[in-house]
């Protein structure tokens, strides 16, 4: 059983599909109006998993610049920048700020932005996602997590080597 079927990584996945006149569905394309059900919850674990593997990576012995998320008594805490306020976006947050990193969540929607200063008030900030924000917060940051999902299409490249 495959999960997640992204035939284009597997050239020979995808020819010997066709040969066998197997009916596949990818489990992270089926959509109920607006939703995708079966990508939530890999999307919850994605997010959490991004937040912990990022902070690993942060350590000295993992070639990181020995950056605690948390920081200690008289030395900053790690500076946190979530691209992307939905499902892997929420759950890399709560991550974060369950490390006790300081929290920044980009997105395009300012509904969203409300929904998550209400249910996270001061424990993060929230910007508008736009060349300068997204700039300004990679530049500020320690770990930055791309979340965004355009279903259907690729994720958009929304940090280059002069915007962070």
């Not at 070639?63 to 759950?91: A, E, F, M």
Request: aromatic share 2%; proline share 5%; glycine share 12%.
């Amino acid at each position: 059983t495959l999960l997640r079927l992204i035939l284009a990584a597997e050239p020979e996945l995808a020819k010997a599909l066709v040969e066998n006149e197997v009916t596949a569905i990818a489990y992270e394309t089926v959509q109920v109006g607006r939703s995708l059900p079966l990508l939530t919850p890999m999307s919850e674990v994605a997010g959490r998993m991004a937040a912990q593997i990022g902070a690993q990576f942060l350590e000295k012995p993992k070639g990181g610049r020995g950056i605690l998320l948390s920081g200690v008594p008289g030395v900053t805490r790690g500076k946190v920048t979530i691209i992307g306020g939905g499902v892997v976006g929420t759950n890399a947050a709560k991550v974060a700020m369950g490390l006790g990193a300081d929290v920044t969540i980009v997105d395009l929607s300012p509904e969203r932005l409300r929904q998550l200063d209400d249910l996270y008030g001061t424990d993060i900030q929230t910007l508008v996602s736009n060349p300068m924000n997204i700039a300004e917060a990679v530049a500020a940051s320690d770990l930055v997590i791309g979340a965004v999902l355009i279903p259907g299409a690729k994720a958009p490249k929304l940090v280059t080597e002069t915007a962070g």
